[in-house]
């Protein structure tokens, strides 16, 4: 089945053609990388708009470069939930109208099971139950995922994002934007014991997490260096925080992995492409027997090739939405209570 995947929640445009929830065939993503540079992060009313000019053009590259036409679409997946509403809206009104001009369903996706599926795609041998930790620039979810779409919400962020604590950072530093890429590159210069940043909620019983102290001592310390006209060891800086999200993120997905009788963990989602949190897990998990998956890099940040596989398992599943699918900001993943299907 060949399957078009459509994603637009948050600032990345983007387009794929999947067959069979399996073979990529095609992937476009345009990023809205001058708007983020000129503002500094993203602008929902902004992102929106930009979609709407992007969507036509990104999907007809998608079909292009697949050797497709409209007419091969067997099915439409969009991301309907969770993310920016005026973005979604432009994703789903286009899912739509292809679905109805075409005669093919229509199935929306949350954008996490997205990520999650994400891991699927490059490892289709990825063993069911295990643990999830979905980390990105808008969320950090711990999920038990006890089969094809079946999922338990494990822990979450209080405040910060894991991502979005990466980007405040870079920002305020100087570093540009997004901030995950750049202090990954930077870290690699630098010495990750050379300051002891606070590791939040890491002896909490609780699975969930919060970035937001972390963040703010980063900054704390960067201001008082200014102060005393100190040198700026931003390399440092950048391999002790990155170090310290690393360790919280690794010690409580294990943790809960070993609670829930697991030996597999699934990491997906923007920071999940970061090279000190993979190493960090390979580490852990090595030494406790564990398997351990990360998505390949250009499935790591918000694509919708990932989409389109979210989509064929729910087809699957038979799961279809039909033409009253409405784009929400937040919604539970399917499973949770009033979570959506
Ligand atoms: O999954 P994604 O594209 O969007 C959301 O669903 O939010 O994730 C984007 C986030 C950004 O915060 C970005 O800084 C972060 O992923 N990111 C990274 C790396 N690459 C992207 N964070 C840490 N290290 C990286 N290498
Ligand atoms: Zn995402």
Redesign the pocket.
């Known amino acids: 089945m060949l399957i078009l995947g459509i994603e637009t929640?948050?600032d990345?445009t983007a387009a794929a053609l999947v067959a069979d929830g399996k073979t990529i065939l095609s992937s476009v993503i345009a990023a809205q990388l001058d708007l983020l540079r000129k503002y500094g992060g993203v602008v929902p009313e902004v992102a929106a708009r930009r979609h709407t000019e992007l969507i036509g053009y990104v999907i007809q590259e998608a079909l292009d470069k697949a050797g497709k036409h409209l007419a091969d679409i067997e099915a439409v997946a969009v991301t309907a939930w969770q993310g920016l509403v005026g973005c979604l809206l432009v994703g789903v009104a286009a899912a739509k109208s292809l679905s109805y001009t075409q005669g093919v369903p229509l199935v929306g996706v949350h954008?996490i099971e997205g990520?999650i599926y994400a891991n699927r795609l490059s490892h289709p041998e990825m063993p069911l139950p295990h643990v999830c930790l979905t980390v990105?620039?808008?969320?950090t979810m711990l999920l038990y995922v006890g089969g094809d779409g079946k999922y338990e919400l494990l822990g979450t962020t209080l405040d910060d994002?894991a991502?979005?604590a990466?980007?405040k950072i870079a920002k305020f530093l100087g570093l540009g934007f997004?901030?995950?890429?750049v202090?990954?590159k930077l870290a690699g210069e630098g010495n990750r014991r050379a300051f002891a940043f606070p590791r939040p909620m890491l002896r909490a019983a609780s699975y969930d997490f919060s970035f937001s102290g972390l963040k703010t001592a980063v900054i704390n310390m960067f201001k008082e260096k200014v102060a005393r006209g100190e040198a700026l060891p931003l390399a440092d800086i950048a391999a002790s925080f990155q170090e310290a999200v690393a360790e919280v993120l690794v010690s409580k997905t294990l943790r809960a992995a070993a609670e829930r009788g697991v030996t597999t963990v699934s990491v997906t989602?923007?920071?999940s492409?970061?090279?000190r949190?993979r190493a960090a897990f390979e580490e852990a998990c090595r030494r406790r027997g564990f398997k351990v998956f990360f998505p390949d890099l250009s499935l790591?940040?918000?694509n919708a090739a990932m989409i389109a596989a979210a989509g064929y398992a729910k087809i699957e599943r038979g799961e279809i939405s039909g033409l009253l699918l409405t784009a929400l900001p937040n919604a539970p993943l399917p499973g949770q209570a009033g979570g959506i299907v």
């Open positions: 929640s948050c990345e954008h990520h990105s620039g808008g969320h994002a991502g979005e990466f980007d997004p901030g995950g890429p202090i990954d989602g923007g920071v492409a970061n090279s949190l790591c940040t918000d």
